[in-house]
Each structure stands twice: as C-alpha cells, then as structure tokens.
C-alpha cells in the first residue's frame, strides 16, 4: 500500500461527525464538511470547546500527517495522565471534609493544642475525634511553669 492509499482511505474515513485529533493544534476537532477538489480537500472543522468552524484547505496526501481518526477508547484515554491525576486529587481534596471533619487538622504541619481543637470544632476530648498528640498536649500545660525546666518524659 502506498503513501497515496493510505491518506485516500484517511479521506474515505472523513464524513460529518467524525472526530479527529489535529496534530498540528494538538486539540479534538469535530468534521462537518468535507470538499474533495482534485488533490486540495476542504475540510469544515468544528471547534468542540468553542463551536467555531473553519473551512481550511489541505492536500489529501497529507491528511494523515496532519490527523488521526478518534474513535471512542482512543478520546477518552487521550488526556495527559499528571494532569488527569492533579484534577482528581483537587475534587478528592476539596470533598474531603464531608467525610471527615477534622481532616484539615491531620494533613496540616502543625499540631493545634487541645483546647484550640476543642474551640475550633466543638469536640469534647473523650469523643473519638482528637488531635493526634492530645495527651502530650495535655501534659505539656500541665508541666509548663514559667522559669521550671522540667520535660515530660
């Protein structure tokens, strides 16, 4: 098969509605029209993010070069997969509260002190949600006189 059977089956494969990947914007585009005038084929192409339309000329030997034809495996597994991976972390994040109230407390660098907690979410101590070093809290205010130098332990 030849470089020219190969970019024709490319324009047999074009007809509206079919969803190509343009290799040279590096986005989806969607095909409403295709013109075939010799070797120059005009193809009508719809912008899916913003329903622009082009009608822009190219020549049929280099269609292939210029698009590839997406089928639906191929569209949804296209995205870059760090940027797939931050937009799901980011919706985890931001719903996490819902399932756990007390979720900004574990992730953060600094341990708030009991009562800070107890201010902040209403939570008795003997609850079941505390902070992890509540008891070291606990006797570190317990233990701490201005001028001692004891250290519990």
Known sequence: ?????????????????????DRRRNRERLVQAVERQGSIAYLSLRDPKTGEVERLPFVVSGLA?????????????????????LVAEAHRLNHSYLFNPVFATETSLIDPLLHQFVAVYGLPPGDGHRSPHAAGDLLLLASAAPGSARYPG
């Open 65 to 85: 070069d210029c698009f590839d034809v997406l089928d639906a495996a191929g569209a949804a597994f296209g995205g870059d997969a760090a940027l797939v991976c």
């Open 1 to 21: 098969m030849s470089g020219a059977d190969t970019s024709d089956l490319c324009l047999s494969q074009l007809a509206p509605n079919v969803r190509l990947y």
